[in-house]
T-cell receptor
Framework: AQSVTQLDSQVPVFEEAPVELRCNYSSSVSVYLFWYVQYPNQGLQLLLKYLSGSTLVESINGFEAEFNKSQTSFHLRKPSVHISDTAEYFCAVTNTDKLIFGTGTRLQVFP | GAGVSQSPSNKVTEKGKDVELRCDPISGHTALYWYRQRLGQGLEFLIYFQGNSAPDKSGLPSDRFSAERTGESVSTLTIQRTQQEDSAVYLC????????????FGPGTRLTVT
């Protein structure tokens, strides 16, 4: 069975500061990893994914995540955040037919 | 094209009543998933359909929960004899095939049981 741990339930940062949202997973088999974002009053959207190949994956809005197999992590980073990045971020894993989600991290960006 | 749609967007019901939640997946997507998001918690998997069959029902929390899919399209999640702990946002997702690697989520149905 797989599980996902997002240790930080809330991360407050000022605009233009860097941010890292942590995600660790547990699995006895190879997995695929995802970050989803849920903006206020909106549905869940895929932000980025790791399926294979390069361990560093990027999104179109400046986020990146690196798959680290030895540390079983898939942390999400952005070098300079914007107010519009305020949202709930969910890490997820799968190797079969369903996604297993973490409990989410609320990123609050202040001006 | 149109995304995943869900109805109603909000539902308030009294404890003990039955409710039906509807999901319209993206046209042509063969796989459909239901998840539940309770306040302050992550998403919990409920059930997965491939076509009209449900090979994985492992997440349904009790026999009060059931789901069906017809015509490889619309799905209905039914909760019988609702309880207050059923209050949550119920999310539906679809994907083009049986893999869960590309799931597209609907806006959810917020269920409140009073």
């Amino acid at each position: 069975a797989q599980s996902v741990t997002q240790l930080d339930s809330q991360v407050p940062v000022f605009e233009e500061a860097p941010v890292e949202l942590r995600c660790n997973y547990s699995s006895s088999v190879s997995v695929y990893l995802f970050w989803y974002v849920q903006y206020p009053n909106q549905g869940l959207q895929l932000l980025l994914k790791y399926l294979s190949g390069s361990t560093l994956v990027e999104s179109i809005n400046g986020f990146e995540a690196e798959f680290n197999k030895s540390q079983t992590s898939f942390h999400l980073r952005k070098p300079s955040v914007h107010i519009s990045d305020t949202a709930e971020y969910f890490c997820a894993v799968t190797n079969t037919d369903k996604l297993i989600f973490g409990t989410g991290t609320r990123l609050q960006v202040f001006p | 094209g149109a995304g995943v749609s869900q109805s109603p967007s909000n539902k308030v019901t009294e404890k003990g009543k039955d409710v039906e939640l509807r999901c319209d997946p993206i046209s042509g997507h063969t796989a459909l998933y239901w998840y539940r998001q309770r306040l302050g918690q992550g998403l919990e998997f409920l059930i997965y359909f491939q076509g009209n069959s449900a090979p994985d029902k492992s997440g349904l929390p009790s026999d009060r929960f059931s789901a069906e899919r017809t015509g490889e399209s619309v799905s209905t999640l039914t909760i019988q004899r609702t309880q207050q702990e059923d209050s949550a946002v119920y999310l539906c997702a679809s994907s083009p095939d049986g893999s869960s690697y590309e799931q597209y989520f609907g806006p959810g149905t917020r269920l409140t049981v009073t």
